[in-house]
């Protein structure tokens, strides 16, 4: 993990969650260089997010590497991030078997949506969930998180783009 990320009391129904949602992904890419994305209306609750779920990972043995990007275009993304991390030369990730977890805007946008392996939005109250996402969680409640399910055929595909 990063030295940004720092390791804090989590409650039993956040922690329960996490490892939920950490033992999916590991279900579904369970071997290889893996990408993460977690992104929100909140840029703070999708970090704290992406600290967690780094957290829920190392604790099952992945070496984790924990990035926060902010606003990134897609070339920027690609050339600064993704390639780096596919080619071993990111540092922090060098091991075969690394998880790159980014929070930032625009990372699940239409045109590098395919980039990640698992992506995870996150939302509170009323906020609309992204149309295309491996998880959503709903933060309202941050010590007590819950996954979210929406019916996204409800919404256009553009829900969740950023400009």
């Not at 720092?6 to 990408?35: K, M, P, Q």
């Not at 060098?94 to 395919?114: H, Y």
């Not at 992506?119 to 491996?134: Q, R």
């Amino acid at each position: 993990m990063s030295e940004s990320t720092e390791v804090r009391e989590l409650s039993v129904r956040r922690r329960t969650l996490l490892d939920w949602i950490a033992d999916e992904f590991l279900h579904n890419s369970w071997a290889g260089r893996r990408l993460v994305a977690v992104e929100g209306a909140s840029d703070a609750r999708a970090a704290r997010f992406a600290d967690d779920l780094a957290a829920a990972l190392v604790t099952r043995g992945q070496s984790v590497v924990r990035l926060s990007l902010g606003d990134v275009d897609e070339a920027t993304l690609r050339s600064e991030t993704v390639e780096p991390f596919r080619a071993g030369a990111l540092p922090g990730a060098e091991g075969a078997g690394t998880v790159l977890i980014v929070d930032g805007r625009r990372l699940l946008n239409l045109s590098v949506r395919g980039i990640w392996h698992f992506s995870v939005w996150t939302l509170a109250g009323d906020e609309l969930p992204h149309a295309s996402v491996s998880v959503i969680v709903d933060e309202t409640d941050e010590s007590a998180p819950k996954r979210y399910f929406y019916d996204l055929c409800k919404l256009p595909p553009s829900v969740g783009e950023r400009h």
